[in-house]
């Protein structure tokens, strides 16, 4: 199939961007979005022209990296894919594809379509780990978790940190994230000693980052690859409170 | 103090100060409809019921205080939220689909002011009866009523018909409570995800009593006004 792409072009930080139209020929339905601009590229470097710049790593919707806005959805609107795992079969014969980078005051535009992502490594840096000390290895199973806990702490763990919930929200709030990543720690027992600090720390850092605020509609859990449903949210509400009402 | 900056300075502070005035808007306007309902119970029921909130003296005023106060900081903490969020995302897509997110959930701001501005003009309407917003070219204030026992006071029941009677009043009034219904049909879910009191269990629940209250609301209120545009209480004025 041939299609029409419409897509963000942006020389660095500090350029003004603009849309550029290509057309992609013969496109196979079974290659991924990424692929597809793979060859786009291909013809544009025959050409001597710059290729398109993007963001990709592991190609099996596992690391993050990607990011693309296709027709106003992060990721392309599939549930629970990543746009290294959309494929072309979802796109029809001769259609005018938009694609542009992650929107949000803390993700700058670096080129074309990639941002600075460096804000989530700031909140992560603030919090998302766990404290302990170096030495032999523990036995297996020396801390019980719960079925139910473990579940839990490993849905929210899914978070591969794409950022795609940032750039559905309309208000660019990175609170799906963040509440992944506090859920994941604060539910389990080797996160739990740091727990107060933590959320405190972590939303602190989210703040200073200029995201925006959660106003509860669900773009974010809709868009998000890894399905992190809002309840992490209310979670991360929850423990906040508790946190600053012990003095954080 | 730490805390009072969290509260006030951190974006989940502020959505738990917008949340708890919330609940306690959502509160009033379930006791207000109820209030209002008893017009349908004839003039003396709602005349009593008005001059026994009148009679409060020094509480009347305490919880008119603590209304504005509440006001206050939902408005306050809405125009701050909004302008983050706003400021948050500069650039936006060349098509806004606004995937997964519900009309209700992206208007917030805007329902709210309209019902805002309702409430302002609903105060000096009914509350300050002030002469010249009424459209009816009477004067609410003159209005009188002597109750079964004895007691005279100011007749609610008349002021309601008439001030009813006026198409556009109540109009505005209809259109009013449905962006109180829309407002409240996310809003009532939303807070108790800012309160953070939700989970998997109680998410569906929560998110359903709002829809359905939502529903009760703007039916209990829009009753009001369009049964006296049906000829309700022409009667019993009589």
């Not at chain 2, 500069?90 to 309209?114: H, L």
């Amino acid at each position: 199939m041939n299609l029409t792409l419409k897509v963000w072009r942006q020389k660095d930080a500090n350029s003004p961007g603009r849309f550029e139209t290509y057309e992609a020929r013969d496109v196979i339905a079974d290659m991924s979005f990424l692929e597809m601009l793979d060859v786009v590229n291909e013809e544009l470097i025959a050409a001597g022209k710059e290729p398109i710049m993007f963001d990709s790593d592991c190609r099996e919707g596992i690391c993050g990296t990607c990011s693309l806005v296709i027709n106003g959805i992060p990721h392309g609107g599939h549930r629970g894919t990543t746009v290294c795992q959309l494929h072309m079969r979802h796109f029809q014969d001769g259609q005018t594809i938009t694609v542009e980078p992650w929107r949000a005051r803390p993700f700058p535009v670096i080129r074309d379509l990639i941002v600075d992502r460096k804000a989530f490594d700031r909140i992560i840096q603030a919090g998302g780990f766990i404290s302990v000390n170096t030495g032999g290895t523990p036995d297996g199973n020396a801390i019980p978790v719960s079925k139910q806990i473990s579940d839990k702490a490993m849905d929210a763990a899914a978070c591969i940190g794409c950022g795609a919930c940032v750039a559905a929200c309309k208000n660019a709030s990175a609170m799906l994230f963040v509440s992944a990543k506090v859920t994941h720690l604060n539910l389990l027992p080797q996160g739990k000693a740091e727990k107060d600090r933590r959320v405190a720390r972590m939303v602190s850092t989210m703040d200073e980052a200029g995201f925006g605020n959660c106003t509860v509609t669900g773009s974010c859990a809709a868009v998000c690859p890894k399905e992190i449903p809002l309840d992490m949210i209310a979670k991360m509400n929850r423990d906040y409170a508790l946190a600053i009402f012990k003095g954080e | 103090m730490k805390l009072l900056y969290r509260l006030f300075r951190s974006s989940l502070g502020r959505k738990y100060i917008m949340g708890v005035t919330g609940l306690c808007l959502f509160a009033f306007v379930v006791g207000h409809m109820v209030g209002n309902l008893q017009v349908f119970l004839g003039p003396e029921a709602i005349n009593r019921y008005a001059h026994f909130l009148q009679s409060t003296g020094e509480l009347l005023w305490l919880v008119r205080l603590a209304m504005l106060s509440i006001v206050g900081l939902h408005i306050w903490s809405a125009v701050v939220l909004t302008l983050e969020n706003r400021a948050a995302r500069p650039v936006r897509y060349t098509q806004d689909v606004f995937y997964g997110a519900s009309y209700a959930s992206r208007t917030m701001i805007g329902s709210g002011f309209v019902i805002a501005a309702f409430v302002l003009f609903h105060l000096l309407h009914y509350t300050v009866q002030v002469k010249g917003v009424n459209l009816t070219g009477q004067d609410f204030t003159t209005f009188e009523t002597t109750l079964k026992n004895g007691t005279v006071t100011h007749d609610v029941f008349k002021m309601m018909v008439v001030g009813f009677s006026n198409v556009w009043v109540s109009l505005f009034y209809v259109v009013a409570v449905s962006l109180l219904s829309l407002h409240l049909g996310h809003g009532i879910g939303a807070l108790f995800q800012s309160l953070g009191l939700k989970n998997d269990v109680w998410t569906p629940r929560l998110d359903r009593f709002g829809k359905v209250i939502a529903w009760v609301l703007v039916i209990g209120y829009a009753s009001i006004p369009i049964a006296i545009l049906l000829g309700y209480g022409k009667e019993a004025l009589k």
